[in-house]
């Protein structure tokens, strides 16, 4: 009898499954780490452009030389940005595929275990290639999607799609990677892959750490940017009102918002399946 493929979904459908097996301790590094790269992306990646080309500052409104770096060009800035992203969404998506890998390969015997990470091994860079079309593809709907929602249509056009750009990256990449495209395939794999897409970012119904790590940034970055392009109406006349720079920094601030409000719920529900497994077998034991 053939081994089995590898599997890329997340079993959640039995309680016990949900909670047998994740590793709450390398998880807890790695988001703090992913982060505070993200954050240094965002905040001194492109300060590189003082090291290249002088400031062209307003003089009339007098700012930090740290955000003059912000402001100045914001293309610049969102150019370097999407550069630093995609290095890091790769490297955190990587994570995520591998923990679903380990939380479903638990129960199988060595063989299977062995023949499915060989599975996983030798597709590693086509689903890397399909991720990153599809991350194309929903950068170019949420670029209509902004414009819609009043960015510039006929000006501002490499501002608007390198935010789309970002937005993508910070909440379809990683999803796309580690749980597969969806597709309108017709086979059994791709219907259960759209279900698990609709169930997360339709629902909005995560039911184990993987999958909140998962939605909750994805949900709280597009959330941040909404909420973030609202000081661009105010009358200030600041440079950091310059389009997209206010939904820009909000996505990202509410990506990283997100990722750690993961984080706890999930360490506060462990918590508590731990606590509630003591005191069951404190119960057994006297019994």
Known sequence: MPAKPAKTTVPSSTHEVQYAFFPYARYTSVVGVHTSLVAFTALFLPQTSLLLWPSFADSDRPQSQFQDALTDNPVITLAWIVAGLVILQVWWAGWIRQWCFEYTSRGGTSDE????????????????????????????????????????????????FLLAIVLALLSAFAPAYALGSPSFSSDTSSFITRLNWTRLFAELSPRNPIERALVYPAVASLLGAWLGALPIALDWDRPWQAWPLTPLFGGIAGYIVGSLSALSVSALKWLTEENIKREQSEKQKTT
């Open 113 to 160: 275990i062995k023949m499915n990470r060989y599975q996983f091994d030798r597709g590693r860079f086509s689903r890397l290639g399909r991720a990153a079309v599809f991350t194309s593809c929903v950068a170019l709907v949420f670029h209509a999607a902004i414009v819609l929602f009043g960015a510039p249509s006929a000006s501002h056009l490499p501002h608007t």
